[in-house]
């Protein structure tokens, strides 16, 4: 049987997945929302620049919009901002392989990072190549594809010319600002045997998406202050000549003399002499003493001998 600690455990990584479920379809469903509202707001867009220059309304197309989804999430997925794509297909090619049949196929792409529908608009109706493809005379159908991937947010219209009646110009909307990285190509669709008219539908009213403008941030630059400096300047003054000469003493430099001292050492002889002149004295008186010297000792032993014998006499 399993604790209850273990059942509250399981009970609980079920409720986090389930949230994390809800949550990753819930981000979808806005992504899809959002998309759906970017598409709508492209299209009126477009139709209120073509009624500002007297020219029909375009009208959506599935097939259109299929071959348009289709380039767009491929390059969401490559980040190739390219009207052909890995495998050769072209955008008449596609529109073909999605059971289009009409003619004078033209794509209009744009993508990047941080691209919005605002940023897809603002650049097309400023290049002359992609405003041609919006005011295009010969067109009559669109399709609108939006995909969102690791290299960004990608953008691509799909215009066509099928065998419809087009509805009348469609009121006039505020535009915005700019943006990049977008390109053009009008090619014809291949020709069909026979000509099929395909059921169109009207895209509904929805709100107008005004995007909010960009202030731009000025960053001060640095100002540079020149401050004079005073630097001293070193001017000569000339002494100015003199009436009475100047007469300077005569100082004669005289140079001592040098008188040596001649320093005459006695002869060694001479003191030696004397020396042995008065050791002749000398010796003679030492050989005298030399001969009582012992006579003398004796005397003195016998003296201190009396005396040492009379005190002891003394005493007894």
């Avoid at 273990?6 to 986090?16: G, N, Q």
């Avoid at 072209?90 to 999605?98: D, G, L, Q, V």
């Avoid at 505020?174 to 291949?190: C, G």
């Avoid at 003679?284 to 005397?299: A, D, H, K, Q, T």
């Amino acid at each position: 049987m399993w604790s209850d600690f273990m059942i509250r455990r399981r009970i609980f990584v079920c409720t986090i997945l389930l949230l994390l479920s809800m949550c990753w379809q819930l981000s979808n469903l806005q992504g899809a929302s959002q998309a759906q509202d970017e598409k709508t707001w492209l299209l009126n867009q477009i139709n209120n620049l073509r009624a500002t220059v007297g020219i029909h309304a375009y009208v959506w197309n599935d097939q259109l919009a299929a071959a348009a989804q289709q380039h767009s999430e491929y390059m969401a997925s490559t980040g190739d901002i390219s009207h052909t794509q890995a495998n050769g297909s072209t955008p008449a090619t596609r529109a073909a392989a999605n059971g289009y049949g009409g003619s004078w196929v033209i794509e209009n792409i744009y993508g990047g990072g941080l691209a919005t529908a605002a940023d897809a608009w603002n650049f097309w109706i400023n290049s002359s190549i992609h405003y041609s493809g919006l005011v295009n005379t010969n067109t009559n159908e669109i399709g609108i594809g939006i995909a969102s991937g690791v290299h960004g947010n990608f953008y691509t219209l799909v215009f066509g010319k099928g065998n419809i009646n087009p509805p009348p110009a469609q009121p006039i909307v505020d535009t915005s600002s700019i943006a990049n990285n977008s390109s053009a190509v009008e090619e014809p669709a291949p020709n069909t045997s026979n000509d099929v008219i395909v059921p169109t539908r009207r895209p509904p009213p929805t709100r107008t998406f005004t995007p909010s403008p960009t202030v731009p941030t000025f960053t001060p630059s640095p100002t540079w202050t020149f401050t004079p400096v005073w630097t001293a300047t070193f001017t000569p003054t000339n002494i100015p000549p003199s009436a009475t000469p100047i007469v300077l003493p005569t100082v004669v430099a005289v140079m001592p003399t040098f008188t040596p001292t001649i320093y005459v050492e006695r002869s060694a002889t001479v003191e030696t002499n004397q020396k042995q002149v008065k050791l002749s004295s000398g010796q003679e008186n030492e050989s005298v003493l030399r001969r009582f010297l012992p006579y003398l000792i004796v005397g003195q032993i016998v003296l201190i001998g009396l005396g040492l014998g009379s005190m002891m006499f003394r005493r007894e």
